[in-house]
């Protein structure tokens, strides 16, 4: 089972701050991942994308994979209200199919 | 520019109708998906599809059925709708993952509530 596990959280965290999330996973046959921001009501929106090991930036959000340790990770710098939403980690483990997190809800406090 | 479109937000059905979602994508996507996300559930697939005609099943596929004629049209079927698949349906399409590798797109969702 190709699994891929979040911190349902509620994470909440101060607006201007950095807003952490993690995900781990399960096997190592890993080709690439991607976090999708998923607004309530809304469906997801991919918003980063990450297949090397290290960190990949764009704008605010950073991506970081270890897959060694078998985590990867979404940094959000300078964290506004709009921000707030369920994020998503997910993964291609050798097939065509994503396999997703069930989501970490991150809450930024004004 | 929307890329990938659910035909319909929001659907209401009675029990036991058969109910169609038409989920088109205008990006020649190979690969097309369906899922429902239920509170704390998170996404599950229920069907997906490598090219034209093909299908297979992905983890909960009962009382569903899927048709795809056309590379851009993916159709999910409830055969006889119940209470228990209200839930928001979302429709996705990616590329081939050794082609190109940039995930999924997913289309606006329907929210689907059977009484």
């Known amino acids: 089972q190709k699994e891929v596990e979040q911190n349902s959280g509620p994470l909440s965290v101060p607006e201007g701050a950095i807003a952490s999330l993690n995900c781990t996973y399960s096997?190592?046959?890993?080709?690439?991942f991607f976090w999708y921001r998923q607004y309530s009501g809304k469906s997801p929106e991919l918003i980063m994308s990450i297949y090397s090991n290290g960190d990949k930036e764009d704008g605010r959000f950073t991506a970081q994979l270890n897959k060694a340790s078998q985590y990867v990770s979404l940094l959000i710098r300078d964290s506004q209200p709009s921000d707030s939403a369920t994020y998503l980690c997910?993964?291609?483990?050798?097939?065509?199919?994503?396999?997703f997190g069930t989501g970490t809800r991150l809450t930024i406090i004004p | 520019d929307v890329k990938v479109t659910q035909s319909s937000r929001y659907l209401v059905k009675r029990t036991g109708e058969k109910v169609f979602l038409e989920c088109v994508q205008d990006m020649d996507h190979e690969n097309m998906f369906w899922y429902r996300q239920d509170p704390g559930l998170g996404l599950r697939l229920i069907y997906f599809?490598?090219?034209?005609?093909?299908?297979e099943k992905g983890d909960i596929p009962e009382g569903y059925s899927v048709s795809r004629e056309k590379k851009e049209r993916f159709s999910l079927i409830l055969e006889s709708a119940s209470t228990n698949q209200t839930s928001m349906y979302l429709c996705?399409?990616?590329?081939?993952?050794?082609?190109?590798?940039?995930?999924?797109?997913f289309g606006s969702g329907t929210r689907l509530t059977v009484v």
């Open positions: 997910a993964g291609y483990f050798g097939n065509e199919k994503l396999t």
């Open positions: 599809s490598y090219d034209v005609k093909m299908k």
């Open positions: 096997d190592r046959v890993s080709q690439s």
């Open positions: 996705a399409s990616s590329l081939l993952v050794w082609s190109n590798n940039y995930g999924y797109t």
